[in-house]
């Protein structure tokens, strides 16, 4: 199966999508995928361009992303609360030549040595295909080893980095996840995760559709209106992350989620008093998985009435695991390295970057660069990450960026970045800076700066001067002993 035949699974008035604003019957969105299919074909899209999405979550973001997929594109999804420096970094990188967009995005001047990709709004469309008929397009040989997707996910250097995702691997990962979770067409969804984020379009929209369930979709993460959207939709079905569950332990009643048989968490290690006391309140568990973007995400998940605590599960169908030592060797039960991952939903690699995509693909396995561990029963358990990065509300934040940033502001002569525990966020960023010699700082002054650099979850939420950071023999500097300080 390929992605956007996802969208025939459910056929007739049966429903696909539930929004603040409108209602699409199955029947309804393979129309609104046609028509989009034809306008796009139209205005040029062919088989393998990129084709950039920046649409907040919406029955649009569907429409487009199935429109592109069906003509063989591939969708290069935009995190939204990005700037345009950074919006402008990917589109370059992946050779955007369309962007599809929900408002106009100010990106001139931002591509060096490239054209501006030409941007689509989407009112303009939706003009566009009520007032005219469009053509179908000829007939397109997408295969399911074709590339589908481009998540861009920054390495520690701060690079962002696009792991290609095909067809089988989207499609694969969403059936396994909907075994997992024993999804079925009764189900009814919420998704409140980002749609540009791999966890809330495969676990929420990609898995809906597989099994021709429904999807309730909301556009941003207001607590209270999203308890009342579950309670009074009918969503059977939440996907989060740790700091949503810190809200709804705290504001929902448990009348509000009386009807959810299923809460799932990830992004970040859910804290096991965030779980009691949930499940306290509701009586009703949060089961914990784990994935990445190279891994389509979903790798490991907890079995329905066979979780345990504080682990991230077991590995998901046709998925297998492994935990090494520094030479690639397995180690045994409750030995802690790097755990590795095989399986049908694993990147092809990262686009263009044959260095990057060698050292972190080796010998058919992913190397995710996460410390974990398994017990007597195979379940996993990640302790930490093996690469510095920051999970802020289930969204990376990769310090080396944050720090290139930093540097560049006049007075400031050394920066480092480093995760610090957020009872609403999970983490936050922590900023340590040096000062040049004979500088103030001028903080109201470096966060104006930082706003029009960073997006709003990536800019330091404290900012603390030191008169030097700590180093070792080499120079380099210990992060270890920063967050030895913020503990």
């Not at 420096?85 to 001139?108: C, G, M, P």
């Not at 607590?223 to 959207?229: E, F, H, L, Q």
């Not at 996993?380 to 990065?389: L, N, P, S």
């Not at 990376?396 to 290139?404: I, M, T």
Request: glycine share 8%.
């Amino acid at each position: 199966m390929l992605v956007h035949e996802l969208i025939l699974t459910g056929t007739g008035n049966k429903i696909a999508i539930y929004e603040k604003s409108a209602v699409y019957s199955y029947d309804q969105m393979q129309q609104k995928v046609s028509s989009y299919r034809n306008y796009l074909y139209s205005l040029g899209l062919r088989r393998y361009d990129n084709i950039a999405l920046h649409i907040k979550n919406s029955a649009e973001f569907i429409f487009s992303y199935m429109a592109i997929a069906s003509l063989g594109g591939v969708v290069v999804p935009l995190n939204t609360m990005l700037t345009p420096r950074e919006i402008a970094f990917i589109l370059k990188d992946a050779e955007v030549k369309h962007l599809i967009t929900d408002k106009v995005l100010d990106i001139s001047g931002q591509i060096e040595g490239a054209a501006p990709p030409v941007q689509v709004l989407i009112t303009s469309l939706e003009k566009e295909i009520s007032a005219n008929s469009y053509p179908n397009p000829p007939a397109i040989d997408v295969r399911d080893f074709d590339p589908c997707v481009i998540l861009y996910t920054s390495g520690t250097t701060g690079r962002p980095k696009g792991a290609l995702l095909s067809h089988s691997n989207l499609v694969s990962n969403a059936a396994a996840f909907s075994q997992a979770t024993e999804a079925g067409p009764d189900d009814n969804i919420l998704c409140v995760l980002p749609m540009f984020h791999s966890f809330g379009w495969t676990c929420c929209i990609g898995t809906a559709l597989y099994n021709g369930a429904s999807v309730t979709i909301v556009e941003n993460f207001l607590p209270k209106d999203v308890i009342a959207t579950i309670r009074d939709m009918g969503v059977t079905m939440v996907m989060g992350v740790p700091a949503m569950y810190n809200f709804y332990t705290s504001l929902a009643r448990p009348g509000d989620l009386a009807g959810v048989r299923l809460f799932a968490s990830g992004g970040a290690s859910l804290p096991l008093e965030i779980l009691e006391r949930f499940h306290e309140k509701t009586k009703k568990h949060v089961i914990e998985g784990y994935g990445l973007s190279e891994a389509s995400p979903v790798v490991a998940f907890n079995p329905l009435g066979r979780t345990k605590p504080g682990s991230i599960g077991l590995p998901l169908r046709d998925i297998k695991v492994k935990v090494v030592d520094n030479d690639s060797i397995e180690l045994g039960c409750g030995e802690i390295r790097e755990l590795l991952v095989q399986g049908p939903n694993v990147m092809t690699g990262y686009y263009n970057l044959p260095a990057e995509t060698a050292e972190t693909l080796r010998d058919g396995w992913l190397y995710t660069g996460d410390l974990a561990y398994r017990d007597e029963d195979g379940y996993i358990f990640i302790v930490d990450r093996k690469k510095d990065i920051i999970i802020v509300s289930g969204l990376n934040v990769y310090p080396r960026e944050v720090e290139e940033i930093l540097y560049q502001y006049p007075a400031i002569k050394e920066a480092a970045a480093i995760g610090v525990p957020d009872r609403s966020r999970g983490e936050s960023v922590r900023a340590y800076v040096a000062l040049k010699d004979d500088m103030k700082l001028d903080k109201k002054d470096l966060m104006a700066y930082l706003k029009t650099n960073l997006a709003q979850f990536k800019i330091p939420r404290e900012i603390i001067e030191v008169d030097a950071l700590p180093k070792n023999a080499t120079g380099k500097i210990l992060k270890k002993e920063l967050r030895h300080i913020a503990s």
